[in-house]
């Protein structure tokens, strides 16, 4: 155990679902006693399943990593740091942690409207694990760090919703264990307020610090870890660098991330659209684009016979559904023949790196021509992710470009 | 036996590791651990007496009215219409003598039964010993309990009862309250997380207990053949200890034995089985 921080093997968390409700009366209890002999051995085992939330997942964690477990939902990771923080017993395996250790399942865990925010911060800071001497010591940069200095007696209930989250978290940033494990709590607050949590995270995962953190923010991950473990249904299926596991994630969501095949006609067989999908710098086809680089957007098709004017055009839309952009291949006048001709092709636009805010992206993708209009018209045919690493961004902006500034 | 979340020294590096491994069998009451986290279990109970009279206009007046009117209307009813026999003592004092330990039992218990439930967030989302919240549910009433007190000695001055040296046994006498509704308390909050008929019955049961007790006569009255049986009550020998402490009536030897006894063995159970449902306290809830 010299340097290792978590050392976790075959883990195992059963849970029963079905009839087992989370409460019960007294009354149903005693029926199903009473009636179980008549119901019979088989009937009894058919109203409860099990399932296995976790199953033999092992790994170690070395101090000072910050090690990020991603998933869809449900495939256990809170379930995992439950049992980490031992709110929850393990069916089956076993860990160890090297002490002092806390977690950040929840902000504000204990926060009472009655009580002002000098009494909260005291009181969620004891829930939290830190003892008064270091409440005592931290008060006046905690009240800083949250801005409400001017409210700090005044009771809870008269805050606004962002003044609580901001006071909750932080309490939860000076949280100074040897370990930390946190779930999800990045996703509170406004933009900004997210942002500046994102920062202080940062400065908590650099300071020599173990975490593990569990979230859906791509872009906070890539930001904070050294390393990623992919869970899906209760088991390990990726584990390792960061960039990678997080490829693979996206890769594999519902939503066509990073490549699609297509394979259909148009109405008159002229045109066949077979697929597209992003490549990064190095023309490796991934979903996950860092903000900096440059990439390209591809799209293979085929035409049975010659097509003149045929043009491939794509429009960017963000999460909001904003247009961002509008390019096609009549932008490039060399281009206007050879697009259009008898054979199978794939064309790709480069687009500069620098220019897109983090975030999610989806191409809208069109071939047309002017005999026939649209051959082909697919709104959402696939989607990417830039990922905002080395940028400075609220996270709601159309472009982030980086540009010249001068000082006079 | 295994015991899960226990600390041991590491050989290589100088800091202390957590085990986590699943829990069978028999978990043992980790005394230890609930006092290094005695810090929390002070701030909880800071916070439940804080938040008891918040915008009220009575306040902490509050905690002397309670135990005072209820002597009021059973001074009426039992003492004056009903005549019931308070061995010579004046009524009043003789029923709010009794008042005192069972209002601090009563609220406890009504407390540390919800306490679990009451804090569902804290039990799924933070580690701590979950005894630490039934207990912060019996140690708050304390404070009330210390107010009307004082009221109490006032009315012992009032009709004459000047205190003498025995009032020091109220001292261990709290402690036996403190443990019987812990004991209870534990059960009952346990219970209670999967089973929520607990908190609707409470009322009830407080009810039935207070009749039970010997708030408004005295056990003497009970006939001697089921004096044994009416010691099992805890609250039996308590309540007496009091008034033998304040007002100089009978000690209750015999009641008071069975009574410990009644007590250490619900408190044991109690705490174990609240230990052992422990680890499914966030699944249930």
């Known amino acids: 155990m010299s340097d290792i921080a978590v050392r976790v093997e075959n883990l195992g968390k059963q849970y029963r679902i079905g009839e087992y409700v989370s409460y019960q009366t007294l009354r149903e209890s005693l029926m199903r006693t009473i009636t179980s002999p008549f119901r019979g051995r088989r009937s009894q085992d058919s109203d409860s399943e099990y399932i296995w939330a976790l199953k033999d997942v092992s790994f170690e964690v070395k101090q000072g990593e910050v090690v990020g477990i991603i998933g869809r939902n449900g495939a256990g990771k809170s379930t995992l740091l439950k049992i980490l923080t031992r709110i929850t017993t393990p069916t089956e395996g076993y860990a160890e942690i090297i002490e002092p250790v806390r977690s950040l399942l929840e902000v504000g865990t204990g926060f009472h409207p009655e009580l002002t925010g000098r009494e909260n911060i005291y009181l969620n800071g004891a829930v939290m694990g830190m003892k008064k001497r270091e409440i005592d010591r931290k008060f006046t940069e905690i009240v800083e760090f949250s801005g409400v200095e001017k409210f700090i007696d005044t009771p809870l209930k008269r805050y606004s919703s962002g003044m609580q989250v901001r006071l909750a978290f932080a309490v939860a940033a000076h949280l100074e264990p040897k370990v930390l494990l946190v779930d999800e709590v990045l996703a509170v607050g406004d933009a900004e307020f997210q942002n500046r949590s994102l920062g202080k995270m940062r400065d908590i995962a650099g300071g020599g610090r173990t975490v593990l953190f569990v979230s859906h923010n791509m872009t906070a991950i890539l930001q904070l870890c050294s390393r990623a473990i992919l869970l899906d249904s209760g088991k390990i299926v990726g584990q390792g660098d960061t960039r990678n596991v997080v490829s693979s994630y996206l890769k594999d969501s519902q939503i066509p991330l990073g490549e699609k095949v297509f394979n259909i006609s148009d109405e008159d067989n002229t045109v066949e659209l077979l697929r597209a999908y992003t490549m990064d710098n190095n023309q490796s086809i991934r979903p996950d684009i860092l903000y900096k680089d440059p990439f390209y957007i591809a799209v293979e098709y085929q035409t049975a016979s010659q097509v003149d004017g045929l043009r491939v055009g794509l429009r960017l839309h963000n999460e909001q559904n904003v247009p961002i952009l509008h390019t096609a291949t009549s932008d490039c006048s060399n281009l206007e023949s050879l697009v259009g001709a008898k054979g199978a092709h794939r064309v790709k636009v480069q687009i500069p790196g620098s220019l897109l805010a983090p975030g999610r992206y989806y191409v809208e993708l069109g071939i047309w021509s002017p005999g026939v209009g649209h051959h082909h018209h697919i709104t959402e045919a696939v989607a990417f992710e830039i990922a905002g690493v080395d940028v400075d961004s609220v996270g709601d902006e159309v472009l982030r470009p980086t540009l010249e500034w001068d000082l006079l | ?285």
């Open chain 2, 1 to 285: 036996m295994s015991r899960q979340g226990h600390n041991r020294e590491n050989n290589d590096t100088s800091s202390p590791i957590t085990v986590i491994r699943p829990l069978k069998g028999w978990a043992l009451l980790n005394l230890r651990e609930i006092w290094s986290y005695r810090e929390l279990l002070y701030f909880l109970t800071w916070r439940d007496v804080k938040i008891r009279y918040k915008q009220t206009v009575l306040g902490f007046a509050w905690a002397i009215l309670q135990p005072f009117l209820m002597m009021v209307v059973f001074t009426l009813f039992f003492g004056n219409l009903l005549n019931v026999p308070s061995q010579d003592i004046p009524y009043p004092l003789f029923s709010y003598t009794a008042l005192l330990p069972w209002t601090l039992f009563s609220q406890g218990i009504t407390r540390s039964s919800v306490s679990l439930v009451g804090n569902i967030s804290m039990v799924q989302k933070v580690y701590f010993p979950r005894l630490i919240l039934p207990l912060s549910g019996i140690l708050a009433p304390v404070i009330d309990f210390a107010i009307a007190f004082v009221i109490l000695v006032g009315m012992m001055f009032f009709y004459g009862y000047a205190p003498t040296v025995r009032i020091l046994m109220v001292i261990p006498l709290t402690l036996l309250v403190f443990l019987i509704a812990s004991g209870v308390g534990l059960w009952l909050s346990a219970i209670n997380v999967r089973y929520r008929d607990v908190q609707h019955a409470i009322p009830f049961l407080m009810q039935v207990w207070l009749f039970a007790s010997p708030v408004v006569y005295s056990s003497s009255l009970v006939p001697q053949k089921y004096q044994a049986i009416y010691g099992l009550n805890p609250m039996a020998g308590v309540i007496e200890g009091f008034r033998w402490a304040l007002l100089g009536t009978e000690p209750p030897s015999s009641l008071i034995l069975i009574s410990c006894i009644v007590v250490i063995v619900i408190f044991i159970t109690g705490a174990y089985y609240f230990r052992n449902s422990e680890k499914t306290f966030a699944d249930w809830v």
